[in-house]
């Protein structure tokens, strides 16, 4: 009896199809919740994927020691966590059906935490988070609140419309997190087992192409805003300088978007400016500390 109860816990247990999208979704918002110094992530991950392992192991050893495995080191940018999970999810269901074995789960797991890490962090740090403030910025000008530029106004505006800037900001950079966590279960989870799962799920080079174009055009508009904004407060009735004070912060956008382009660090754009200026404002006479005041 007892040899027969071994051969049992030995055979591989029929996975249950599907994965528990909904209840894997809900959890990964809390992936950062467990963070901590020795593992990063790993609580948070163990945490997501409860729901698979319970469904994938009913038998509560097999449970046990899949929880285990992924108490491990973990670390990834947090709205990107999805593709991995939706991977290992079908990993694990293909483990317990015989169809695969458990040496490479790790080493997948952890390459595909650092590309997906890559990607985030550019997207989401690099593009979107800077993209709030110029989203607020835009918001509050087209409503007519020009205190962020002017702050030694008296100006009188809405409640409503103070907290509309923010929001906005908010809402555009939410609805990019919450669309990968949704879509990275299901993609992850449609390609479980590859070593690339889900890096060709989308073109992200594209994707962070347009994002920085979208955020340099932004950055255009506010920088013609404000010098315009500024120049007619400043010289009410008159145009004397008005090209040179716009073309002078449009330049600096350009060379730093070149500069970019042909792969030179910020560092060499600041002194390219530093040395144009000298030289601009030493031959045309200009006074730099008056020309927008």
């Known amino acids: 009896m007892s040899t027969e109860k071994e051969a049992q816990l030995k055979a591989p ?4 199809a599907g994965l528990p999208r909904w209840s ?55 709205y990107m966590a999805s593709f991995v999970l939706g991977n290992v999810a079908r990993i694990e269901e293909r483990v317990a059906a015989g169809e695969a074995e458990l040496k490479h789960l790790n080493g997948m797991k952890q390459a595909l935490a650092s590309s997906f890490a890559s990607i985030g962090d550019r997207i989401f740090w690099g593009r979107l988070k800077p993209m709030t403030v110029q989203i607020c910025l835009l918001v509050w000008a087209a409503g007519g609140f020009f205190g962020w530029l002017f702050t030694g106004t008296q100006e009188q505006t809405s409640t409503a419309l ?10 555009v950079y939410s609805v990019f997190a919450v669309y990968w966590r949704w879509r990275g279960l299901g993609a992850g989870y449609a390609c ?30 506010i920088a013609v805003l404000a010098v315009g904004l500024l120049v007619a407060f400043n010289y009410p009735g008159t145009r004397t300088g008005l090209l040179l004070k716009i073309a002078l912060p449009l330049a600096v956008l350009a ?29 045309l006479k200009l006074e730099p500390f008056s020309l927008y005041l």
């Open 13 to 16: 247990a029929a996975a249950p």
């Open 24 to 78: 894997m979704f809900l959890r990964s918002f809390f992936i950062q919740a467990g963070w901590n110094y020795e593992r990063y992530q790993n609580l948070g991950f163990a945490f997501t994927m409860e729901p698979a392992l319970r469904k994938i192991y009913p038998d509560a050893e097999k449970f046990k020691a899949a929880m285990l495995r992924h108490m491990q080191i973990f670390n990834t940018q947090p």
């Open 162 to 171: 103070l907290m509309a800037g923010p929001v906005a900001g908010i809402v």
């Open 192 to 221: 479980g087992g590859s070593s690339n799962c889900a890096l060709d799920a989308f073109n992200w080079s594209r994707l962070i192409k347009v994002l920085s174009a979208a955020g340099f055009m932004m950055s255009v508009a």
């Open 255 to 283: 060379l730093h978007r070149v500069s970019r382009a042909f792969g030179r660090s910020v560092f060499f754009a600041a002194g390219l400016v530093l040395a144009v200026s000298l030289l601009f404002f030493s031959v």
